[in-house]
T-cell receptor
């Protein structure tokens, strides 16, 4: 079946740097994408979402970019802090599948002080 | 943001016993909830869609007789792992839909089957 994948399984950055986490998706019919943060032993926490009619969306310290041409999604975290250390998942949804999400493999972000 | 709770947070049981996990939406009503399982250092795998007042919809490969789901009210869904075995040990996470399609996740339940 089609899946959502990530280019980098781990990412290590220095505190204060910007982080970029990437995600490749293969289902061109997906029209809704979400980034989640999961800390160890906890459930995923919603960060930001974007619909396929947009190519960029900004939140507080985070920006999601969507490139439908190459089926690529990225999460940019500005001024990364130690508290940002976690596993980040992208997830995709197709309107025709209801609210069911397909999760990517995840990227472990480590922020070094 | 929306709050979803799970109970218990951790459970250890003997092989062959059944375990019930509760998922509650605390500040909103959810006609649809989802159940996921997650093995260490892996992604979330959708197990089933829990629909209030109707039967759950299971993903391919998930045994409906082993993972019983009941969604008796707009704020509560339960997952019962029947005749649990060590291979059922995992992190079980629920989510609830709020608004058109935003999923909010519970904190997860760590199941260990001895």
């Amino acid at each position: 079946g089609e899946s959502v994948g990530l280019h980098l399984p781990t990412l290590s950055v220095q505190e204060g740097d910007n982080s970029i986490i990437n995600c490749a998706y293969s289902n061109s019919a997906s029209d809704y994408f979400i980034w989640y943060k999961q800390e160890s032993g906890k459930g995923p926490q919603f960060i930001i979402d974007i619909r396929s009619n947009m190519d960029k969306r900004q939140g507080q310290r985070v920006t999601v970019l969507l490139n439908k041409t190459v089926k690529h999604l990225s999460l940019q975290i500005a001024a990364t802090q130690p508290g940002d250390s976690a596993v980040y998942f992208c997830a995709e949804n197709m309107e025709t599948s209801g609210s069911r999400l397909t999760f990517g493999e995840g990227t472990q972000l480590t922020v070094n002080p | 943001g929306a709050v979803v709770s799970q109970h218990p947070s951790r459970v250890i049981c003997k092989s062959g016993t059944s375990v019930k996990i509760e998922c509650r939406s605390l500040d909103f009503q959810a006609t649809t909830m989802f159940w996921y399982r997650q093995f260490p250092k892996q992604s979330l795998m959708l197990m089933a869609t829990s629909n209030e007042g109707s039967k759950a919809t299971y993903e391919q490969g998930v045994e409906k007789d082993k993972f019983l789901i009941n969604h008796a009210s707009l704020t509560l869904s339960t997952l019962t792992v029947t005749s649990a075995h060590p291979e059922d040990s995992s992190f079980y996470i629920c989510s609830a839909i709020r608004g058109p399609d935003t999923q909010y996740f519970g904190p997860g339940t760590r199941l260990t089957v001895l």
